[in-house]
C-alpha cells in the first residue's frame, strides 16, 4: 500500500505548509515513495481524511499507509525523532 499524505495546496496558515513541507523533505530524503491527496480539490477528500483519522475536526496533514491511518504531523514527527518512521508508516 502506499504512503499516503493529506494536504492542502491552498491553505492559509504557514504552520500547515510548513508540516507538510516537513513531512515531504522527510520522505523524499529517505526516498520512501508516498502519494498526495490534496483536500482543497474536493470536500469528498476531506471527508475521507477525517473518517480514516476517527476525526470530524481533523486538518491537513494526515498520513495513512493505504487505508491504514498513520498519524498526524505530531506523531509523524515524533517518530522521526525516536527513529520508528518505519514502523509509524506500517512500512
Known amino acids: 500500500m502506499p504512503v499516503i499524505v493529506f494536504c492542502s495546496n491552498v491553505s492559509g496558515s504557514r ?3 510548513t508540516k507538510q513541507n516537513k513531512i515531504f523533505h522527510v520522505l523524499d530524503g529517505k526516498k520512501i515513495a ?3 491527496v490534496d483536500i ?3 470536500s ?7 473518517n ?9 496533514p494526515q ?10 504531523y505530531d506523531a509523524f ?3 522521526v525523532e525516536e527513529g520508528i518512521l518505519e514502523k509509524f508508516l506500517k512500512l
Request: net charge negative; hydrophobic share 25%; aromatic share 6%.
Open 34 to 36: 508516498y502519494e498526495t
Open 15 to 17: 504552520e500547515i505548509k
Open 40 to 42: 482543497s480539490e474536493d
Open 77 to 79: 514527527d515524533n517518530a
Open 63 to 72: 498520513i495513512c499507509n493505504g487505508n491504514n491511518y498513520c498519524g498526524d
Open 44 to 50: 469528498k477528500k476531506k471527508d475521507l481524511m477525517r
Open 52 to 60: 480514516l483519522a476517527k476525526n470530524s475536526t481533523a486538518l491537513p
